[in-house]
């Protein structure tokens, strides 16, 4: 059974910075692309980014791109999501998610199998 770990969440001002962890319970986690998306109240779950299963490959929504970075560390089995400049439109749950089939990034969230529990992201004006 994979398992997702998100951490890193929390309250923080409009401008400041936030690093997301998430650590991921599986020996084939290399060879997964992953993604971070994120729901805010009474919206759908949305991309965020995406990384490919070497590393060689990121992508972002328009909304965070310039402001966030993914990176991935196989030898722990994490991945992280930097996020600077931060404003109120980024306050959501974030949620990381695994693809153990395709290997290169992409934004589609019903290709990701595996999901994590989220972690709360609010950012006050």
């Known amino acids: 059974q994979v398992q997702l770990v998100e951490s890193g969440g929390g309250l923080v001002q409009t401008g400041g910075s936030l690093r997301l962890s998430c650590a991921v319970s599986?020996?084939?986690?290399?060879?997964?692309?992953m993604g971070w998306f994120r729901q805010a109240p009474g919206k759908e779950r949305e991309f965020v980014s995406s990384i490919s299963w070497n590393g060689g490959s990121t992508i972002y929504a328009d909304s965070v791109n310039g402001r966030f970075i993914m990176a991935r560390d196989d030898a722990k089995n994490t991945v992280y999501l930097q996020m600077s400049n931060l404003n109120p439109e980024d306050t959501a749950v974030y949620y990381c998610a695994a693809d153990p089939r395709y290997g290169g990034a992409h934004v589609s969230l019903t290709g990701y199998d595996y999901w994590g529990q989220g972690t709360q992201v609010t950012v006050s004006s």
């Open positions: 599986s020996r084939a986690f290399s060879s997964y692309s």
